[in-house]
């Protein structure tokens, strides 16, 4: 029995830092762990200024750090608390150096799955996360991050109660957001279900609903309540991962030039990575988003590769981006980005 749905099927490499934190405490009932990673990047873009061409800037890319506790309350019965704290430009100055990413608390238990309450990763994000794996960019075509992703619970979910089970193969999760008038919701919820095959093939499909208040719905274009949809697959097997996204969304995506909120978009992101023995890791792929009643979309394409040296990642990453607004006008950038990421 699994403790938590977040089986995506990304390789070590992909996630590496995630869950290596280390443990500073452990008593055989309590234990106390820190993990984070330090990720700093030279970033080659246009400087916004026609006729002044590119310059390269150093940036912060997501750094953070999270501590981790936990309790075990009975035989078959685990508590869990997690707080995680992103880092402000841990390069430079900053007024306010840390934000919050993640808090909650969940009990885990040894055959019936684990409920969780407080910020954290959203039930939607279980399947369409297969393909938010690039070291630099992507992640912006599924619907994901569009708008404030903690305030409609798509990505990083705000007073969110979360249910998530694996049974022989079969991974569950649903999840309830509560109403929030400051953040323009009556409520939200999720479900999802996704299916591991033992040769490594993962298939999933999600549906996510935020319920607008009266006064968000008067802010925005549409009065509709927002609706994602979304089916994924990854497949992930000795050095290979590769995974696809598809999802159709409504009253969410806001494309560039446009006046308020899609009322209908769709979206697909893919990604193939093969990593060889030494620890290099080469990989591409795409993120596509089109609005349905009108000439704008997103396209994306991506090509990188990372070397992990004994968990500090060397990596470089390229993105070019067209973005077509409302009317039709086509704006291009890309963007090569070198990093280092410490991870602890």
Not at 247 to 256: A, I, L, M, S, T
Not at 306 to 312: A, C, G, K, L, T
Not at 319 to 335: A, F, L, P
Request: no cysteine; aromatic share 12%.
């Amino acid at each position: 029995m699994k403790k938590t749905i977040l089986a995506i099927a990304i390789p070590a490499l992909f996630t590496a830092g995630a869950t290596n934190a280390q443990e500073i405490y452990n008593d055989g009932e309590n234990s106390f762990s820190i993990g984070g990673r330090l990720n700093l990047m030279v970033e080659s873009a246009d400087n916004g200024v026609e006729g002044e061409g590119r310059e390269a800037r150093s940036e912060n890319n997501s750094s953070r750090i999270n501590l981790n506790f936990s309790r075990k309350m009975s035989e078959n019965v685990t508590a869990r608390a997690t707080m995680e704290y992103g880092i402000d430009n841990p390069n430079g100055d900053s007024d306010a150096p840390f934000f919050n990413r993640l808090g909650f608390v969940a009990f885990d238990h040894a055959d019936y799955g684990s409920i969780s309450y407080g910020k954290q990763w959203s039930t939607y994000y279980t399947v369409t996360g297969v393909t938010d794996v690039f070291w630099v960019y992507g992640g912006s075509a599924m619907g994901i991050y569009d708008g404030d992703h903690g305030e409609t619970g798509a990505g990083r979910a705000n007073d969110a109660l979360q249910y998530n089970g694996s049974f022989g193969g079969v991974n569950l999760s649903g999840q309830y957001q509560f109403a929030d008038e400051n953040e323009g919701r009556k409520d939200s919820y999720s479900g999802a279900v996704s299916y591991d095959f033992d040769f490594g093939l993962n298939v999933g499909a999600t549906y996510h609903q935020m319920n607008r208040t009266d006064a968000k719905k008067a802010e925005v274009s549409n009065d509709g309540d927002i609706k994602l949809t979304a089916l994924a697959a990854s497949y992930n097997q000795g050095p290979i991962y590769a995974a696809v996204s598809y999802g159709e969304f409504k009253n969410h995506v806001e494309f560039d030039g446009a006046t308020g909120v899609s009322d209908k978009a769709m979206g697909h992101e893919g990604v193939f990575a093969y990593t060889l023995d030494m620890g290099l890791q080469l990989y591409t792929g795409w993120n596509y988003q089109e609005d349905k009643n009108s000439e704008a979309d997103l396209k994306t394409a991506l090509v990188g590769a990372m070397y992990d040296w004994n968990n500090v990642l060397l990596y470089t990453e390229y993105q070019d981006e067209t973005v077509k607004s409302t009317s039709g006008n086509k704006t291009d950038d890309n963007r090569l980005a070198l990093g280092v990421r410490y991870n602890f």
